[in-house]
């Protein structure tokens, strides 16, 4: 139970995790300000901070999976930076892996419906969005991203519908306000 073993497992994985998600954090706060060259020096970075590129993320991501190859956690956000990075093909790839050990787990078929999306398979994509909501009917992130490809679908009656149902659900969903002004402004430039 409580072998030595079990404990280094343990506390590897919290590091592993720890890094990942300090290495992930950062990436995502580098690439929201922009290119290297329009930051100043005094930029917001903590001093020290790794100069970590896409390439090496992706090799310990790789490095991480060969150990664990079934850990759905370190899989997911796999998949998740894949899709991060525009490599929708490989993000559904990734996805899958964790919908076949995970079925009913509404919060991956999501996500790997959006993956189909934009690698433009959208029969598949509608088909993973309906088998979440077959799981979960008020699951809001699914209904979240109907909305959107609805939308960019230019099939705003069933944005609408879906709109109202996801009100009906919680009419303080902190995403509602986006989601509107999305739609009259697409429905505005028809």
Avoid: C
């Amino acid at each position: 139970m409580f072998s030595s073993r079990n404990i280094h497992f343990a506390i590897l994985g919290i590091i592993l995790g720890a890094t990942f998600g300090y290495i992930l954090a950062f990436y995502q706060v580098q690439a929201s300000m922009g290119p290297a060259g329009s930051r100043s020096a005094s930029s917001n970075l903590p001093n020290g901070h790794p100069n970590v590129t896409n390439e090496q993320v992706l090799a310990m991501f790789k490095e991480a999976l060969e150990k664990n190859p079934n850990d759905t956690t370190l899989i997911t956000k796999y998949a998740n930076f894949l899709f991060d990075l525009g490599r929708a093909p490989e993000a559904v790839e990734w996805f899958a892996k964790v919908v076949a050990l995970q079925p009913k787990n509404p919060d991956v078929r999501t996500d790997l419906a959006t993956a189909l999306w934009n690698a433009g398979q959208k029969d598949k994509a509608m088909t993973e969005y309906q088998t979440a909501l077959s799981i979960d009917p008020k699951h809001m992130a699914t209904l979240h991203n109907l909305v959107i490809v609805y939308t960019e679908d230019r099939n705003f009656p069933a944005a609408e519908r879906t709109l109202r149902q996801m009100e009906e659900i919680d009419p303080k969903y902190q995403g509602m306000d986006t989601l509107k002004t999305r739609l009259r402004e697409l429905k505005g430039s028809n």
